[in-house]
């Protein structure tokens, strides 16, 4: 069965640091791997997504991630945090591709970004 | 475009009531899908669809129908209510291109089962 994990429920940085937010998935065969991000009273929004080829994967507002098959993980990345950035990041995975495929969501973790 | 439209925003329920949430897309998506989301728990999914007339099973079905009549609408029906049906629910749907392709969620149902 395939799984994904966030071992943080939050993350906590100062604005203009560098923050990571990390992601560890189970599946059986190649994943596709998504980050989507909830400002508060809101519906997720799609930041960036890794089906293949390059490991190092750019979206949305500067955010970037990593892809590690070795270590199973897709940690989200971004080199300068903003306090717009402040909100909750789930990580997401499936294993299974064509159209019934389904994508299994972390449990989220809250960025909280300080001036 | 709308995007993905979601009614109610909130709603009080008690035990044993029933209601619909109701879903809209004007992107003219074939794949649409409920969540719910809980603190601590991620979104899980209830059920989804592939196109008008054909619906499935996802992690959490119980206590939940859906139906699929048109592209455009997707229906959650609650056929009686209980407290543990509290949580926040969201729509979302995408293109039938594959699960690689992204969603596009509604802004969410907010339901409270006293």
């Known amino acids: 069965a395939q799984s994904v994990a966030q071992p943080e429920d939050q993350v906590n940085v100062a604005e203009g640091n560098p923050l990571t937010v990390k992601c560890t998935y189970s599946?059986?065969?190649?994943?596709?791997l998504f980050w989507y991000v909830q400002y508060p009273n809101r519906g997720l929004q799609f930041l960036l997504k890794y089906i293949t080829g390059d490991n190092l994967v750019k979206g949305s507002y500067g955010f970037e991630a990593e892809f590690n098959k070795s270590q199973t993980s897709f940690h989200l990345k971004k080199p300068s945090a903003l306090v717009s950035d402040s909100a909750l990041y789930f990580c997401?995975?499936?294993?299974?591709?064509?159209?019934?495929?389904?994508?299994?969501f972390g449990q989220g973790t809250t960025l909280q970004v300080k001036p | 475009n709308a995007g993905v439209t979601q009614t109610p925003k909130f709603q009080v329920l008690k035990t044993g009531q029933s209601m619909t949430l109701q879903c809209a897309q004007d992107?003219?998506?074939?794949?649409m899908s409920w969540y719910r989301q809980d603190p601590g728990m991620g979104l899980r999914l209830i059920h989804y669809?592939?196109?008008?007339?054909?619906?499935d099973q996802g992690e959490v079905p119980n206590g939940y129908n859906v139906s699929r009549s048109t592209t455009e609408d997707f229906p959650l029906r609650l056929l009686s209510a209980a407290p543990s049906q509290t949580s926040v629910y969201f729509c979302?749907?995408?293109?039938?291109?594959?699960?690689?392709?992204?969603?596009?969620f509604g802004s969410g149902t907010q339901l409270s089962v006293l």
């Open positions: 599946v059986s065969g190649n994943p596709y």
């Open positions: 992107m003219n998506h074939e794949y």
């Open positions: 997401a995975v499936s294993a299974l591709s064509g159209n019934t495929g389904k994508l299994i």
């Open positions: 669809s592939v196109g008008a007339g054909i619906t």
């Open positions: 979302a749907s995408r293109s039938n291109r594959g699960v690689n392709e992204k969603l596009f």
